[in-house]
């Protein structure tokens, strides 16, 4: 991603939030927990899935 396709990112989040900056990051801010929260499910069903893959014998 380039640095002017960033700067037009930044101007489209501010622009959706009428220009208020606090809440184009408080915005920002949930999406990412928001985001986080869906890359813990994804790991823990990946590790799940490993697990179930090697057996019940992972632990001796």
Same mark, same amino acid.
């Given at each position: 991603?380039?640095?002017?396709?960033?700067?037009?990112? +930044?101007? /489209?989040?501010?622009?959706?939030?009428?220009?208020? &900056?606090?809440? %184009?990051?408080?915005?920002?801010? *949930? +999406?990412? /927990?928001?985001?986080?929260?869906?890359?813990?499910? &994804?790991?823990? %069903?990946?590790?799940?899935?490993? *697990?179930?893959?090697?057996?019940?014998?992972?632990?001796?």
């Amino acid at each position: 991603m380039s640095v002017r396709s960033n700067d037009t990112a +930044i101007d /489209e989040i501010v622009a959706s939030c009428n220009g208020d &900056l606090r809440g %184009a990051v408080r915005a920002l801010l *949930l +999406i990412n /927990e928001h985001l986080e929260a869906e890359l813990a499910k &994804l790991y823990a %069903a990946a590790a799940d899935r490993s *697990l179930a893959e090697r057996g019940t014998s992972v632990l001796h």
